[in-house]
T-cell receptor, first 114, second 113 residues
Framework: EAEVAQSPRYKITEKSQAVAFWCDPI?????LYWYRQILGQGPELLVQ????????DSQLPKDRFSAERLKGVDSTLKIQPAELGDSAMYLC????????????FGPGTRLTVT | DQQVKQNSPSLSVQEGRISILNCDYT??????FLWYKKYPAEGPTFLISISSIKDKNEDGRFTVFLNKSAKHLSLHIVPSQPGDSAVYFCAASYNQAGTALIFGKGTTLSVSS
């Protein structure tokens, strides 16, 4: 069964450092999402891509966060500089097409900022 | 203000009994609802969904009920198994497919043998 791949699974970084996360969606899935999940909360959208284009980044803290999906396949989410409040699980999800509600999630990257 | 609410942080059920997880929403524009299950250190796994034009959807041991007038949905698991122990998230979507899901805070289900 095809899965969404994410790396690294765990990342510990010091505040003010840069950190990057990678996501490879299920093959053929045109829509890709990055969510952030703080402990005790549900996932919240950071950015959504349709192919290589950003569809929604209204909740992305653009002063420190950036995301790209250059070839419309895999994607990278970057934080620079990291802050203590960025400690969370970063989840990548993909869906087959624009007319599909179901999203499939990767295992996530657990970020700890010290 | 939270648009999707799961007011019970936790639920404990004995193996073989029914588990009922509840979810309330405030936005009448939501037209599709999903339930996800999440184990520790893993991403959420899609479980079951329901369109707003239906009031019930069943898949094996899992059934989701939707009451649009009350803006309430519930997930029933019968019979509950120890492997069902996980965090369950209710999620909603509106406008069209392909938009971001809005999640509740989750309910931790513990099924004891």
């Amino acid at each position: 069964e095809a899965e969404v791949a994410q790396s690294p699974r765990y990342k510990i970084t010091e505040k003010s450092q840069a950190v990057a996360f990678w996501c490879d969606p299920i093959s053929g899935h045109a829509t890709l999402y990055w969510y952030r999940q703080i402990l005790g909360q549900g996932p919240e959208l950071l950015v959504q891509f349709q192919d290589e284009s950003v569809v929604d980044d209204s909740q992305l803290p653009k002063d420190r966060f950036s995301a790209e999906r250059l070839k419309g396949v895999d994607s990278t989410l970057k934080i620079q500089p990291a802050e203590l409040g960025d400690s969370a699980m970063y989840l990548c999800a993909s869906s087959r097409a624009w007319d599909t509600y179901e999203q499939y999630f990767g295992p996530g990257t657990r970020l700890t900022v010290t | 203000d939270q648009q999707v609410k799961q007011n019970s942080p936790s639920l404990s059920v004995q193996e073989g009994r029914i588990s009922i997880l509840n979810c309330d929403y405030t936005n009448s524009m939501f037209d599709y609802f999903l339930w996800y299950k999440k184990y520790p250190a893993e991403g959420p796994t899609f479980l079951i969904s329901i369109s707003s034009i239906k009031d019930k959807n069943e898949d094996g041991r899992f059934t989701v009920f939707l009451n649009k007038s009350a803006k309430h949905l519930s997930l029933h698991i019968v019979p509950s198994q120890p492997g069902d122990s996980a965090v369950y998230f209710c999620a909603a979507s509106y406008n069209q497919a392909g938009t971001a899901l809005i999640f509740g805070k989750g309910t931790t289900l513990s099924v004891s043998s």
